[in-house]
């Protein structure tokens, strides 16, 4: 069935340094990727999305390039805040009869002064 | 614009009880998904509404049902709650159902079972 793995975390960095939380999928057909972030005690707020091959999602400071070669959703962002911590989550969307999210385990960051 | 608003935030049940949990989508939205987010855990698909009628189940016990109402707000019902059933439920909508249409989250509700 399709899936999405991401990097285990908790992830630490300090600030201004350069994130990459990986993310790859297992899916049929042409998913949507995205990226969607947890802040504590709070529901999730869509980040990003890529709906086909080779897109590029932005927002943020944050990118993620949908890669159909290598099935993967990368999370990049060159220089992270303080305000940046928080879970992050990648899923997919197949659409039409299976058109719920399928997400990833989150991967937890949090960026010290 | 109002965004996902789900009732109550919280809830604490015993087991054996029954829980209604109550969303509202973005104004303009016909699709209403539920998902159970267990804590450390990536929210799981439980449910899917599309112009009221049931689009997709996921791998839940029948003691989890739900319905869109003519307004396209929804309800999540559980019967016997279980411990396990403790978590943060979110609900999201939608446009519609293709996968490139995003899924906006509300709140959630946070159940806790005794």
């Known amino acids: 069935g399709d899936s999405v793995t991401q990097m285990e975390g908790p992830v630490t960095l300090s600030e201004e340094a350069f994130l990459t939380i990986n993310c790859t999928y297992t899916?049929?057909?042409?998913?949507?990727l995205f990226w969607y972030v947890q802040y504590p005690g709070e529901g999730l707020q869509l980040l990003l999305k890529?709906?086909?091959?080779?897109d590029k999602g932005s927002n943020k400071g944050f990118e993620a390039t949908y890669r159909k070669e290598t099935t993967s959703f990368h999370l990049e962002k060159g220089s992270v805040q303080v305000s940046d911590s928080a879970v992050y989550f990648c899923?997919?969307?197949?659409?039409?009869?299976?058109?719920?999210?399928?997400f990833g385990k989150g991967t937890k960051l949090s960026v010290k002064p | 614009d109002a965004g996902v608003t789900q009732s109550p935030t919280h809830l604490i049940k015993t087991r054996g009880q029954h829980v209604t949990l109550r969303c509202s989508p973005i104004?303009?939205?016909?699709?209403v998904s539920w998902y159970q987010q267990v804590l450390g855990q990536g929210p799981q698909f439980i449910f899917q509404?599309?112009?009221?009628?049931?689009?997709g189940r996921g791998n839940f016990p029948d003691r989890f049902s739900a319905r869109q109402f003519p307004n396209y707000s929804s309800e999540l019902n559980v019967n016997a709650l279980l411990l396990g059933d403790s978590a943060l439920y979110l609900c999201?909508?939608?446009?519609?159902?293709?996968?490139?249409?995003?899924?906006?989250f509300g709140p959630g509700t946070r159940l806790t079972v005794t």
């Open positions: 999201a909508s939608s446009l519609r159902l293709d996968s490139f249409y995003e899924q906006y």
């Open positions: 899916a049929t057909g042409y998913p949507s």
């Open positions: 890529a709906t086909k091959a080779d």
């Open positions: 899923a997919l969307n197949r659409g039409g009869s299976q058109g719920n999210l399928i």
């Open positions: 104004s303009g939205h016909k699709s």
């Open positions: 509404y599309y112009e009221k009628e049931e689009r």
